[in-house]
């Protein structure tokens, strides 16, 4: 309970209330998470690992990392076939780097146990890939 002004309140979100699992539950699931960031063989073998013993953090995690490599070869595909109809210098080197901040971002919530989705992006790649 929270007081103000010598008044009982209750606030209204508690501190990482809908991000954070149980502790045990972080901790076995926190090195196939980040392990799904790194390269597509990365998510195979946690997808995998996960299969055999299913891990709500994990299965987050594996959710967002998905989404993030279909993205990136979707962007991919659409990047070359604009670049041989224009030319527009830089476009695929920043497009690149901003999904390479986004496996960072997503490694950085693995590591801290917080079940955060990555910008933009992260919360409809919980609602397409909510069956894994």
């Known amino acids: 309970m929270v007081y103000f002004f010598g008044l009982e ?62 993205l990136w070869i979707i962007i991919s595909f659409g990047l070359s076939i604009l670049s041989s109809l224009i030319y527009i210098p830089w476009l695929s080197t920043i497009v690149h780097a901003g999904l390479i901040v986004l496996l960072i971002l997503g490694i950085i919530a693995a590591a801290q146990g917080e079940k955060k989705p990555v910008p933009l992006v992260g919360d409809f790649f919980q609602d397409i890939f909510k069956n894994i």
Do not use: C, D, W
């Open 9 to 70: 309140t209750v606030p209204l979100i508690q501190p990482n209330q809908f991000f954070m699992e149980t502790n045990q539950t972080v901790e076995e699931g926190k090195t196939m998470a980040i392990i799904s960031y790194v390269t597509i063989i990365g998510l195979i073998i946690a997808f995998v690992s996960n299969n055999s013993k299913p891990n709500e953090f994990t299965s987050f995690h594996i959710r967002q990392s998905l989404g993030i490599f279909a």
